[in-house]
């Protein structure tokens, strides 16, 4: 991979996402060779990959380049690379450029969409893990009222329906900025169409939406939902999805040509980890970050498991876990190159946030929880400044002020048709 190797030792990181990112900043100006590989050249901000589908955000907003973010770090290498496999006798990584030794290895690879199985599902639908689904997911919306448009009344509604599976923070926040299309520029975009035709379903198996949140701010986001005319379905489970029509398990059917899949994700796995240091699909690690069985080989992040008392299935797939680890890595390997003892890994959980559109979100944080307006400018103000590049928080605030007085969004763009399979 022409990497030169120096007299330091190579810390080698899989996944330039919050844990990796992390990890190789704290790293910086110390006595280590850092090598970053990512199958893309970009760090992703998933949390706002729904507005990028829903037209409220153009994909550079959300995205960074790599290699920009590292610019004024000596000891950091990159390389665009897919990982395929971990020789970990040889403490050598494979992957589609080339082979790469390492002497520490840290796995920070994320976590990618589960089908629990559902073969129909999985070729159908719509998943957004990533910037190109997401911009998938933009095309295929705007092109179902392209067509709707030239359908009768009867076809129309299979293209204008929209159920969207998983009422977690992602099936939520999606359903609502569908719903302010709807409500704001879809009637304006479309005059000769019968928006009131267009129906955002948001399945959901259990009683209630957002359910690792707390009472109130389920209630309430279910309350906004259904106030931005949401349909929400709870305790409904999907049987299959054949591309045309939804089955339940209940045996009731909706006929739809979308299915948006925000129900699971399992971990992005590398070959070569012993299956015995896998739970689920996530390296079990200790509160070091190290997988079982190894000596120098870490997850952080999505893709590891680190069960707590206080998390006793496994601390929560949500980005500061990621980037508190990365931090927290660095910091250990500094401590074991002086010698010094090393620590044990504590989460600072520091609550959670969903929006519902405009106007409305729910916060829970450890003092306080509260919903409303105040909640909506504290979950702007968190993403905003969460964002990775200066660039990139002024284009969103300038598109986020721009749609709030305007009510429109300047992205309903097809640039790339989507095409299913
Ligand atoms: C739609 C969506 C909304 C979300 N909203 C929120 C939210 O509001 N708040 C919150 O806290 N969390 C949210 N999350 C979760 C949060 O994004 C993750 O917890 C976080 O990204 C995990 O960071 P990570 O570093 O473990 O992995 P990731 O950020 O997923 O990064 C993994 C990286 O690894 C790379 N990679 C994977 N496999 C390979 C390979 N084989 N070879 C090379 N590179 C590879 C990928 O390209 C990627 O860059 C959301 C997630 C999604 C998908």
Same mark, same amino acid.
């Given at each position: 991979?022409?990497?030169?190797?120096?007299?330091?030792?190579?810390?080698?990181?899989?996944?330039?996402?919050?844990?990796?990112?992390?990890?190789?900043?704290?790293?910086?100006?110390?006595?280590?060779?850092?090598?970053?590989?990512?199958?893309?050249?970009?760090?992703?901000?998933?949390?706002?990959?729904?507005?990028?589908?829903?037209?409220?955000?153009?994909?550079?907003?959300?995205?960074?380049?790599?290699?920009?973010?590292?610019?004024?770090?000596?000891?950091?290498? /990159?390389?665009?690379?897919?990982?395929?496999?971990?020789?970990?006798?040889?403490?050598?990584?494979?992957?589609?450029?080339?082979?790469?030794?390492?002497?520490?290895?840290?796995?920070?690879?994320?976590?990618?969409?589960?089908?629990?199985?559902?073969?129909?599902?999985?070729?159908?639908?719509?998943?957004?893990?990533?910037?190109?689904?997401?911009?998938?997911?933009?095309?295929?919306?705007?092109?179902?009222?392209?067509?709707?448009?030239?359908?009768?009344?009867?076809?129309?509604?299979?293209?204008?329906?929209?159920?969207?599976?998983?009422?977690?923070?992602?099936?939520?926040?999606?359903?609502?900025?569908?719903?302010?299309?709807?409500?704001?520029?879809?009637?304006?975009?479309?005059?000769?169409?019968?928006?009131?035709?267009?129906?955002?379903?948001?399945?959901?198996?259990?009683?209630?939406?957002?359910?690792?949140?707390?009472?109130?701010?389920?209630?309430?986001?279910?309350?906004?939902?259904?106030?931005?005319?949401?349909?929400?379905?709870?305790?409904?489970?999907?049987?299959?999805?054949?591309?045309?029509?939804?089955?339940?398990?209940?045996?009731?059917?909706?006929?739809?040509?979308?299915?948006?899949?925000?129900?699971?994700?399992?971990?992005?796995?590398?070959?070569?980890?012993?299956?015995?240091?896998?739970?689920?699909?996530?390296?079990?690690?200790?509160?070091?970050?190290?997988?079982?069985?190894?000596?120098?080989?870490?997850?952080?992040?999505?893709?590891?498991?680190?069960?707590?008392?206080?998390?006793?299935?496994?601390?929560?797939?949500?980005?500061?876990?990621?980037?508190?680890?990365?931090? /927290?890595?660095?910091?250990?390997?500094?401590?074991?190159?002086?010698?010094?003892?090393?620590?044990?890994?504590?989460?600072?959980?520091?609550?959670?946030?969903?929006?519902?559109?405009?106007?409305?979100?729910?916060?829970?944080?450890?003092? /306080?929880?509260?919903?409303?307006?105040?909640?909506?400018?504290?979950?702007?103000?968190?993403?905003?400044?969460?964002?990775?590049?200066?660039?990139?928080?002024?284009?969103?605030?300038?598109?986020?002020?721009?749609?709030?007085?305007?009510?429109?969004?300047?992205?309903?763009?097809?640039?790339?048709? /989507?095409?299913?399979?």
């Amino acid at each position: 991979m022409n990497i030169p190797k120096t007299e330091h030792k190579r810390v080698v990181i899989i996944g330039g996402g919050f844990g990796g990112l992390n990890l190789a900043k704290s790293l910086k100006g110390k006595d280590f060779q850092v090598v970053m590989l990512d199958k893309n050249n970009y760090h992703t901000f998933q949390p706002l990959l729904y507005q990028v589908a829903t037209a409220g955000l153009e994909p550079d907003s959300i995205a960074y380049p790599i290699r920009k973010i590292f610019k004024a770090q000596e000891n950091f290498f /990159f390389r665009m690379a897919n990982v395929e496999k971990v020789e970990t006798s040889e403490n050598k990584i494979i992957t589609d450029i080339g082979i790469l030794e390492y002497d520490y290895l840290a796995i920070a690879t994320g976590t990618t969409t589960n089908f629990f199985g559902m073969e129909g599902v999985a070729k159908h639908a719509m998943t957004m893990k990533s910037v190109t689904e997401a911009l998938d997911l933009r095309s295929l919306i705007l092109q179902n009222f392209e067509k709707a448009l030239l359908e009768n009344e009867e076809e129309q509604v299979s293209f204008m329906n929209f159920p969207i599976v998983g009422g977690g923070p992602t099936g939520v926040e999606l359903a609502g900025a569908l719903a302010e299309l709807k409500n704001h520029i879809l009637p304006n975009d479309y005059p000769d169409l019968d928006i009131n035709r267009m129906k955002i379903h948001l399945i959901e198996m259990q009683d209630e939406v957002l359910q690792p949140m707390s009472d109130k701010a389920s209630s309430k986001a279910l309350a906004y939902l259904k106030d931005l005319g949401v349909n929400v379905m709870l305790n409904k489970s999907v049987a299959s999805f054949d591309g045309n029509n939804l089955t339940f398990k209940s045996g009731e059917q909706l006929k739809s040509k979308t299915l948006i899949w925000a129900a699971g994700v399992k971990g992005n796995l590398v070959d070569g980890i012993s299956s015995t240091a896998i739970e689920g699909s996530r390296y079990k690690v200790d509160d070091k970050l190290k997988i079982d069985g190894y000596d120098n080989i870490y997850a952080i992040g999505d893709v590891g498991i680190l069960k707590t008392k206080k998390f006793p299935y496994g601390l929560p797939q949500v980005a500061p876990v990621a980037n508190q680890q990365g931090d /927290f890595l660095g910091k250990n390997f500094i401590s074991e190159s002086k010698g010094a003892s090393l620590k044990s890994f504590t989460y600072q959980d520091q609550g959670s946030m969903a929006t519902i559109g405009r106007n409305r979100a729910v916060v829970d944080m450890k003092a /306080f929880k509260f919903q409303g307006t105040i909640a909506w400018f504290v979950w702007m103000f968190v993403h905003l400044i969460s964002l990775v590049g200066f660039r990139n928080r002024v284009i969103t605030f300038f598109n986020w002020s721009y749609n709030y007085f305007s009510f429109d969004k300047g992205a309903r763009l097809i640039i790339r048709k /989507f095409k299913r399979n």
